[in-house]
């Protein structure tokens, strides 16, 4: 993890600080807690028996800085409701600030209309989330940037770059001469450009043809590969690209492929599509909470607790974010 500048005075405290979270990950909030000093905040979240969700909050945070930690991640209904609900009840409770952290936002794929007589349900969210009134998003690594322009609140969105760069290095020992980053697609370039620069290495780009969401009818390599190709995208969810796209770069002779997504959004037959696929490891972010009976040997988890746990911390003493913006972060 790269360290962070931390300033030389400390005049604003975290006293008046309070943090929550709700169900779908609460060990990273925890964990973002311990970076801050501070303990997690006691709500009460729990169902009716015919599936409606309460939320207590426990403790007076009248006048506070409240931040709410919540991935709208699978169960995403479920998560996503439960963010809103936890919003109004801080709302109504006098807070003098709320802001949402979302490390990853559900929904971020349907940013637009792909046909005709179809939703952008990534705004309708933002509006749900607006309207249960947060004053600031706090987002990590979304899948495409132009969501931050969906909330009319102020929102930033941070990047994980920074995160694999330091472990690539330090871990993996990455030889320049003989690695290449590679872009999956089309749209994944500009983050695999940011690696590729931290790492001063070239890109190549996969050029997919998609059969449909997650499956891949045809893939054209554009670019020179080497050994070791390193795969930058924003999450993993079924695999199924995954394996296509590793495969092929084995195909075309690489010797060894890594994988580094911010999200392991990790559903359906992910951990078998990992297991038997090209990829020799992959690396991805505590954005998502993930069993240990749902990992292998191949994926290494990288927490993203003291990035977000900086971000918290100089939102409240007003300070700027942009060290923990790409290149800025070291």
């Known amino acids: 993890m790269p360290s962070v500048k931390q300033p030389k005075s400390h005049k604003n405290s975290m006293n008046k600080v309070k943090i929550f979270t709700g169900n779908s990950n609460k060990r990273l909030a925890e964990a973002i807690c311990f970076h801050l000093g501070k303990p997690l905040g006691n709500a009460q979240i729990t169902t009716f028996t015919d599936g409606e969700t309460k939320v207590s909050i426990e403790e007076n945070i009248r006048g506070y800085d409240v931040f709410v930690i919540q991935s709208t991640c699978p169960p995403v ?6 963010l809103l609900i936890i919003l109004d009840a801080l709302r109504r409770a006098s807070p003098k600030r709320i802001t949402a ?3 990853y936002f559900g929904y971020s794929r349907q940013d637009r209309k792909y046909g005709p007589r179809e939703p952008i349900t990534a705004k309708l969210v933002s509006d749900l989330i607006t309207a249960s009134g947060p004053d600031r998003i706090l987002l990590l690594d979304l899948h495409a940037n132009q ?4 909330f009319n609140l102020p929102c930033d969105n941070l990047l994980t770059d920074a995160i694999f760069v330091d472990y690539l290095v330090n871990n993996i020992k990455i030889d320049v001469e ?3 980053i590679v872009a999956p697609d089309v749209g994944g370039v500009r983050r695999a450009r940011r690696v590729a620069k931290c790492l ?3 890109i190549v780009l996969l050029e997919a043809r998609h059969a449909n969401e997650n499956n891949v009818s045809q893939i054209n390599v554009v670019g020179d590969l080497f050994p070791v190709a390193i795969i930058v995208d924003d999450m993993i969810d079924t695999g199924t690209r995954l394996e296509q796209t590793a495969n092929k770069l084995k195909e ?12 392991p959004v990790f559903s359906g037959n992910y951990l078998e599509r990992i297991n038997s696929c090209g990829v020799d490891e992959v690396i991805v972010s505590d954005s998502i909470n993930v069993s240990e009976d749902k990992l292998s040997d191949k ?8 990035l977000l746990a900086e971000a918290i911390r100089r939102i409240h003493n007003e300070e700027p974010l942009e060290h923990l913006y790409g ?3 070291f």
Do not use: W
């Open 200 to 202: 001063n290495l070239p």
């Open 252 to 263: 075309e002779g690489v010797e060894r492929v890594i994988a580094c997504a911010s999200h």
């Open 77 to 82: 209904n479920d998560n996503l409701m439960e």
């Open 101 to 103: 952290v979302i490390p």
């Open 178 to 180: 003989n690695s290449v």
């Open 299 to 306: 994926i290494t988890i990288l927490s993203v607790a003291p």
């Open 327 to 329: 290149n800025k972060y």
């Open 147 to 150: 969501i931050q322009g969906f």
